[in-house]
């Protein structure tokens, strides 16, 4: 049998379905194995190009496999999916996975090691419980609507809920209706505790990093985001320019151009929402908190010529650029000079 030199692996929760080339493109392997046969399997073969798909738990096989001396690289599943050909099946995609790994317009996913990992699953745990403590409110605001008690909005307001909820002297809600208020209360006090937990560590986290602080010193960027960025981000030259990066998250113009006419439209919103959504957020509040971007001349136009929300995007679109120029560089952020009148 020919050398290996290429495999493709379709990574599953039990079984994994293998495809082998050779130097010349031939197929020479085209196997099944389960979870327990992975590690056997690659210590017995020489060094070879494996190519997954960077989904769940490729991480940790791409750090498993390339600890056996192989070289491991992770693809976008969107950059795989043309290479399938005609009915998706374990077999076609490993086919389909051996084959995009090949080829030399390929762009490839960096393998995160266990602490990035890590620090992504504490953003992520946030997130959720974010997510999570949202719902208690609106359910809190909807069931005290109904006998006519309201707060403002934001989070903040949400205390004068509560302080009726525990109000033995108050009325105006029955008893019963009272026991199962407290327990969304209840949760939600939890939920808070631990949110602020988690973010105490994300910025302990952020402070012992010396790229996550100079991160954390450009305006629109804190210490969350900035953790987050350096997880997930952990080498920022795979990018050749601020452009590429920001066009990575999804806050570059998208094109639909023919015949030399070119036509921008909205942002594309393809590649990391998570990062996209904090990057604007982030934006948002500098562009009415930051002293330095209140004097910010090409600010102020935008802001005049824009709606807040777009003017919001185009800022956070700028802040990709200037995170990935401190990343690459290893430079602190410096506001710009003022212009000579």
């Not at 609106?138 to 989070?155: Q, S, T, W």
């Not at 998570?274 to 934006?283: C, K, S």
């Not at 990709?320 to 690459?328: I, K, L, Y």
């Amino acid at each position: 049998m020919s050398e290996i030199t290429t495999i493709g692996i379709d990574i599953a929760k039990h079984v994994f379905q293998l495809h082998g080339v050779d130097a010349a493109g031939e197929v020479v392997l085209c196997r099944r194995l389960r979870r327990n046969q992975i590690a056997s399997f690659f210590t017995a073969l020489p060094p070879c190009l494996v190519g997954i798909e960077a989904c769940g738990t490729a991480h940790f096989w791409a750090r498993e496999i390339a600890a056996l001396g192989h070289d491991v690289r992770l693809m976008p599943p969107g950059y795989v999916k043309p290479y399938v050909k005609r009915s998706k099946h374990d077999a076609a995609d490993a086919e389909a996975v051996c084959e995009a790994v090949r080829r030399p317009s390929m762009r490839f996913v960096p393998v995160k090691t266990l602490e990035q990992q890590s620090a992504l699953i504490a953003h992520s745990v946030r997130d959720l419980l974010i997510r999570q403590r949202t719902m208690l409110v609106n359910a809190l605001r909807g069931h005290l609507a109904e006998f006519g008690i309201v707060a403002p909005r934001g989070i903040h307001k949400v205390e004068e809920l509560t302080a009726v909820i525990g109000d033995q002297t108050d009325r105006r809600i029955p008893t019963s209706a009272k026991h199962a208020l407290r327990v969304l209360a209840s949760e939600l006090a939890t939920i808070e505790l631990r949110i602020a937990v988690l973010e105490t560590e994300i910025v302990t986290r952020t402070r012992a990093d010396a790229v996550a602080r100079r991160l954390a010193t450009i305006p629109g960027i804190g210490p969350i985001i900035a953790s987050r960025i350096t997880a997930t981000v952990p080498d920022p030259s795979i990018f050749r320019s601020g452009r590429d990066f920001a066009a990575w998250i999804g806050l570059a113009p998208r094109q639909n151009s023919t015949g030399g006419k070119v036509r921008l439209g909205g942002i594309s919103k393809r590649g990391n929402g998570t990062l996209r959504r904090l990057l604007v957020g982030g934006a948002m509040a500098a562009m009415f908190r930051s002293k330095v971007l209140q004097t910010d001349p090409w600010l102020r136009q935008l802001r005049a010529r824009k709606p807040v929300m777009v003017a919001a995007v185009a800022l956070a679109n700028k802040i990709a650029r200037t995170v990935w120029a401190v990343m690459r560089y290893d430079q602190d952020w410096r506001p710009a000079a003022a212009p000579v009148r």
